[in-house]
């Protein structure tokens, strides 16, 4: 959605990964693995955001460091504008795996709730068409620019691990999540 707006998905994942990262310095090589994104197309997306004063440059040892200009004008409106993005794609992402099948339980944990080191980042229980899990998955990870963990669980196993106070479970379910879909006390 973004990138039709900012006319590059790699300015966009940029853009994320500056604003949301704004006192952090990064060389050309360490963005192009975080973002996923070919050298060229980096660096002549990085050579817009510096001529356009969001980011900046300093050198050290040899090397070329980018940065968000804490100055720049719109710095915050463009955060808004990619937070609330986020939140269409997180939509998008729940609508899909509910499309997906018989979802009996899903949570955004992890990531979604702001854990930094998360043990998933979204939890489903039900059945579902791992196909099509997996298409929603990766569409959401191509739009985000980042790896998605996940934990899916067939019903049965949800019930298993619960009554065995499984601690992975545990944590997950008692930590911070955005609960979406809670079907878990209807009948199977």
């Known amino acids: 959605m973004l990138e039709q707006l900012f006319g590059s998905r790699t300015r966009v994942k940029l853009l994320r990964l500056f604003l949301t990262n704004a006192s952090t310095s990064y060389y050309v090589r360490e963005i192009t693995r975080k973002i996923n994104e070919q050298l060229n197309s980096v660096r002549r997306e990085l050579a817009n955001l510096v001529n356009l004063g969001v980011v900046l440059t300093n050198t050290q040892t040899d090397k070329k460091y980018y940065q968000l200009n804490p100055k720049f004008v719109l710095a915050e409106e463009l955060k808004a504008v990619l937070t609330k993005s986020q939140l269409l794609v997180e939509q998008d992402l729940v609508r899909r795996i509910c499309d997906a099948?018989?979802?009996?339980?899903?949570?955004?944990?992890?990531?979604?709730?702001g854990a930094k080191s998360p043990l998933t980042d979204l939890i489903v229980v039900g059945k579902v068409d791992k196909n099509l899990f997996l298409r929603a998955i990766e569409r959401f990870q191509r739009e985000v620019g980042?790896?998605?963990n996940y934990t899916l669980l067939s019903t049965r196993e949800y019930n298993e691990r619960q009554s065995v106070a499984d601690k992975f479970l545990l944590t997950i379910l008692n930590g911070p999540k955005t609960v979406m879909v809670d079907k878990l006390q209807e009948g199977e």
């Not at 018989?102 to 709730?113: D, M, N, Q, V, W």
């Open 101 to 113: 099948g018989k979802i009996k339980y899903l949570a955004l944990t992890g990531s979604f709730a």
């Open 146 to 148: 980042k790896e998605l």
